[in-house]
């Protein structure tokens, strides 16, 4: 059966880091590409990071310099450090793998991430 359960999220102010996890079970994670979405209500799901199998890293323009995301693949889990946060940084976060435009898993619970001014 295939899990994905996202945590470490929280409040921060303004500033303030935190290091999301994913942790995956019953998938190929080794040979996937992993990303970290967001999202907020009302408003579209939104691609933050990717890491490749050999760990090349995307992210979108608002966080890059700021967000790191990584891999263990021997504990098959993914990681977002979140530095340097600002308040629009609130949201849900989802990680997944995509194929195209379809993802290979159902989304996980997700992990709340509020910053605060």
């Known amino acids: 059966q295939v899990r994905l359960v996202e945590s470490g999220g929280g409040a921060r102010q303004a500033g303030g880091s935190l290091r999301l996890s994913c942790a995956t079970s019953?998938?190929?994670?080794?040979?996937?590409?992993w990303d970290w979405y967001r999202q907020t209500p009302g408003k579209q799901r939104e691609l933050v990071a990717s890491?490749?199998?050999?760990?090349?890293?995307n992210y979108v323009d608002s966080v890059r310099g700021r967000f790191t995301i990584s891999r263990d693949n021997a504990k098959n889990t993914v990681y977002l450090q979140m530095n340097s946060l600002k308040p629009e940084d609130t949201a849900v976060y989802y990680c997944?793998?995509?194929?195209?435009?379809?993802?290979?898993?159902?989304w996980g619970p997700g992990t709340q991430v509020t910053v605060s001014t």
């Open positions: 997944n793998s995509y194929y195209g435009d379809s993802r290979r898993y159902d």
């Open positions: 019953g998938t190929l994670f080794n040979i996937r590409t």
């Open positions: 890491i490749n199998r050999g760990g090349s890293a």
